[in-house]
Every structure is written in structure tokens, then in C-alpha cells.
């Protein structure tokens, strides 16, 4: 659904632009073919998809993707971990895409269900990482930036979540730890979907139930403004 309405500024100019809104309620795909087309000063292609699962990101799509997985169940063209990317060219990259797992095994008796394993979520997520999964981020960052070309994007998609009866903020540390990694994060996407998870196993709420999760866009570059032969 578009939000954006083109209002005729200074003169009827029309816009050279189609306009990004910073709320998607659409699927993945083709936010990943918004950003490509809003973002992109280089070409996208070879993409980079660093957690590729059943890469239901490209279903559809004829984009050029090299499917990266520690899970050599997927099939994955790089069975690989991505924070080593062992065997994977510097600078050869126009994009890479980050769809992490956003929690470990739940529950008491901490084992994984088919829907943790369908989803990579077997990470390790205790109390030595204080409940979250953030510390796969900068060593995974520090790989990302070597495969990008100069001005390449990473677009990662990260949820936040309730871990151990806390909120966890992954999206907040993404982005400080990106800037650390020589990043610049150039904006945040939120994508939401219609109806929020409920179980009639869960007896009580002390959240918010999320049926949103963030889309960060950054530039590996020291800024994000694309350059414009015409800026004053
Ligand atoms: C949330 S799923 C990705 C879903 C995928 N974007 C899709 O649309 O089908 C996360 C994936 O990351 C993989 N993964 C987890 N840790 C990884 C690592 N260190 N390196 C590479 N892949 C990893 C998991 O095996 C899992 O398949």
C-alpha cells in the first residue's frame, strides 16, 4: 500500500524519484527490490545472502544470489559460517542480505522444536550472552564489509524480542555495532504484518505482542546520500 502522495513542490517540478516508505507492509522480496532500487548506487548484483534457509527471499525473483548457510540441510551454493565466510572474495559483492536467527531454543527444557530448526534458531542464546543473540553480529559485520565492494549495501532484518522475561533490543545493537564496523547506517524499515502470534498457551502478557521487525539499510561507505551531479 502506497503512503506517499506526490505533492508538487516549487514549481510543478516533478519528482525524480519514487519515494520509499519507511513502514512496509509487504512482503520481503520485494522490500529487498525497493531498497535495490531506492539505495543502490552500484549495481546489486552478485548478492550475497548470508542466511539463506529455504530463500524465500527470491522466490520469484531472477536476481543473481549466492546462497550462504551454516546449515547444509538448505543446499546452500557456501556451506558456511558467516561470521568466517572462509573461501568467500574480498570486495566482490553489490549487496548482502542478513536474516539472522532472532532467538535460541525456548522454553524450560531448552530443546530445539522443528520450528527453531526450520528457522536456525539453535543458537546458543543463555545467560552467557545475556539472553540474546547480538554477539553474532560483529564478527558476521567485519566479514560483510571485506565481501562488499566500496559503496555496496548490507540489509539486515532484525526482530526484536522478549527473551528470559526481559526485552531484548538486537536492532539497537545492529546499528551501533555496524557504525563500529565502519558502516554507515543509512535507515531503519519497519515491516509489519497483519495479525500478531497468539497461543492459547500463553496465559498472561507483559509485552507488547511484536508484529513488526526492522529492516537496517547500510552503505559501506563513510555516508549514505547517494552522490547527485546536480547537489548544491
Ligand atoms: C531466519 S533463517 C533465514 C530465513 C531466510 N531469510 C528465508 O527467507 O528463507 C536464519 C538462517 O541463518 C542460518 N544461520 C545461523 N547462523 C549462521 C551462521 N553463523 N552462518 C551462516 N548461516 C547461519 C540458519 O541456519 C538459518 O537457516
Not at 10 to 27: C, D, F, I, K, Q
Not at 48 to 57: E, H, K, M, P, Q
Not at 92 to 111: A, L, M, N
Not at 124 to 135: A, M
Request: hydrophobic share 35%.
Amino acid at each position: 500500500m502506497e503512503t506517499f502522495k506526490s505533492v508538487p513542490a516549487n514549481g510543478n517540478r516533478a519528482l525524480t524519484y519514487r519515494p520509499l516508505s519507511s513502514v512496509w507492509e509487504r512482503g520481503d522480496g520485494e522490500l529487498l527490490e525497493a531498497a535495490f532500487n531506492f539505495y543502490c548506487v552500484i549495481p546489486p548484483e552478485p548478492i550475497l545472502d548470508s542466511t539463506y534457509n529455504a530463500g524465500r527471499f527470491w522466490k520469484g525473483s531472477t536476481r543473481e544470489v549466492v546462497s550462504m548457510d551454516i546449515d547444509p540441510t538448505y543446499k546452500p551454493m557456501i556451506v558456511g559460517d558467516n561470521r568466517e565466510m572462509t573461501g568467500v572474495p574480498s570486495a566482490h559483492f553489490g549487496v548482502v542480505v542478513y536474516d539472522p536467527p532472532h532467538v535460541g531454543p525456548q522454553g524450560r527444557d531448552k530443546s530445539c522444536k522443528k520450528f527453531d530448526v526450520d528457522f536456525g534458531a539453535t543458537v546458543e542464546c543463555g545467560k552467557r550472552h545475556d539472553w540474546n543473540l547480538s554477539y553474532l553480529y560483529p564478527p558476521f559485520l567485519k566479514q560483510a564489509k571485506r565481501a562488499l565492494k566500496a559503496n555496496g549495501l548490507l540489509l539486515a532484518k532484525i526482530t526484536d524480542m522478549v527473551n528470559n522475561h526481559k526485552s531484548k533490543w538486537p536492532h539497537v545493537d545492529f546499528i551501533r555495532m555496524a557504525e563500529e564496523a565502519g558502516f554507515t547506517v543509512c535507515d531503519l524499515i519497519v515491516k509489519v504484518r497483519t495479525g500478531p502470534m497468539v497461543s492459547s498457551k500463553w496465559e498472561n502478557a507483559h509485552h507488547a505482542r511484536k508484529r513488526h521487525c526492522f529492516w537496517i539499510i547500510c552503505r559501506n561507505s563513510n555516508e549514505c546520500e547517494r552522490q547527485l551531479s546536480s547537489r548544491k
